[in-house]
């Protein structure tokens, strides 16, 4: 029995020293509110929730908290694409604009189509330029159109594009004739059982939704205006071409179990959403792959990262807009996944990293990782 209290009194130390680093490096970031997760072998090992959700009112962020992960959101709207890939729906080397309904080529190399696989390795030699709205898709990048496109042969140059990903939502909606969110939903979010979408006014508890913070705690918009924003849940794919760059909403567990499912070979509690030579394909390297001779840091909307573990190639994604951080990051072959996700924080980068996301995985890795 002593020996028992012994280890048990040994474990909750333990477990306290990385609660006390964890909310070291969230107090160092001025974070606002946010969670970090651990999941190992297929078992979520840690759980800490940090601050608020809304800092005014003095409620906590818990389990149910949902968070918009910016970019990250690229990554899931990147596993439907390949759940259509899989059905031949799509062909991830085919020219889009079979898919768009007018011709989208770089009017630099119009005789090069622009693919899928380009588009997912943010090598389709579109611009960086994102935010763009109110005009439609053909009017930014049909062929009478040049200012957002780089005079570089498409394929041939990695440059990261926001609306080069946000096509991926027009193609979904061209395909499936379907409104995003509602495709997104029924192909990934309700046979995992997530309450999970593109905008917020879409999730059914209403009451987790974050308020979104400045890096300096100040609050920057409400979550009941997040709630009031317009959402047209009509198909519109010559319009929709912002929705898949960074508009996802969803709880820092089920973000986690994203990344469990890639790190399992497309399986999640019994359910396969994916097959495991696709989520291969999304992590692997793409250089000499279709038309693509770039060298990317991305596989399929799967960031490739050798920076994270020493000797271990890491994939998954970041986002980051304003002081919001958010990361998921899988490492299969010792089965770890990580996730962190804030509301606000004094956001800033570390080779390619969010500093906060650095320094987090670290300690996680240090604790629970390494074997």
């Known amino acids: 029995m002593l020996a028992f209290l012994l280890l048990f009194s040994a474990a909750a130390a333990e477990s306290e020293d990385v609660d006390t680093q964890a909310e070291k490096i969230f107090r160092a970031h ?12 297929g078992e979520i090992v840690y759980r800490m929730n940090y601050g608020f959700m809304n800092k005014k009112q003095q409620i906590p962020v818990d389990d149910s908290t949902h968070f918009r992960v910016a970019s990250v959101t690229k990554m899931v709207s990147a596993m439907y694409v390949m759940q259509l890939a899989e059905q031949s729906l799509v ?6 604009s079979d898919y768009l309904g007018f ?22 030699s579109i611009s960086r330029k994102s935010g763009i709205r109110g005009r439609t898709l053909e009017s930014l990048l049909g062929t009478k159109s040049a200012s957002l496109y780089l005079d570089a042969m498409p394929g041939r140059k990695y440059v990261y ?16 004739g379907k409104n995003i969110n509602d495709a997104v939903t029924e192909g990934i979010f309700q046979p995992l059982q997530m309450d999970a979408a593109y905008h917020p006014s879409l999730i059914q508890d209403q009451d987790s939704i974050t308020n979104v ?14 709630i009031e924003e317009e959402w047209d849940d009509g198909v519109d794919p ?21 990344g469990m499912l890639m790190c399992n070979g497309g399986t999640l509690d019994g359910v396969r959403l994916l097959q495991e030579d696709t989520v291969a394909e999304m992590m692997a390297d793409q ?16 960031n490739r990262n050798d920076t994270l573990i020493e000797d271990r190639m890491v994939y998954g994604h ?22 962190l996700i804030t509301n606000g924080c004094k956001n800033g980068m570390n080779n390619r990293v969010c500093a906060i996301s650095r320094k987090m995985f670290t300690l996680m890795w240090e604790n629970f990782g390494e074997e």
Request: glycine share 10%; with cysteine; aromatic share 6%.
């Open 30 to 41: 001025k974070t606002t509110g946010g969670t970090v997760l651990v999941a190992k072998d």
């Open 91 to 96: 062909d991830l080397d085919a020219d889009v």
């Open 103 to 124: 011709s989208m080529r770089n009017p630099h190399y119009k005789d090069t189509p622009i693919t899928l696989r380009m588009l997912m390795t943010h090598t389709a």
């Open 161 to 176: 594009s926001n609306l080069g990903a946000g096509i991926m939502g027009s193609i979904i909606e061209s395909v499936t």
């Open 213 to 226: 913070y400045d890096n300096n705690c100040t609050l920057k918009t409400a979550a009941q205006k997040l």
């Open 238 to 258: 010559a319009h929709h071409y912002n929705i898949t760059v960074g508009s996802l909403w969803i709880t820092g567990e089920d973000l986690l179990r994203i």
């Open 287 to 302: 250089q000499g792959k279709g038309s693509i001779t770039a060298d990317t840091p991305y596989g399929l909307c799967v």
């Open 318 to 339: 970041q986002g980051i807009s304003g002081a919001i951080a958010a990361n998921v990051y899988y490492e299969p072959e010792s089965r770890f996944v990580f996730v």
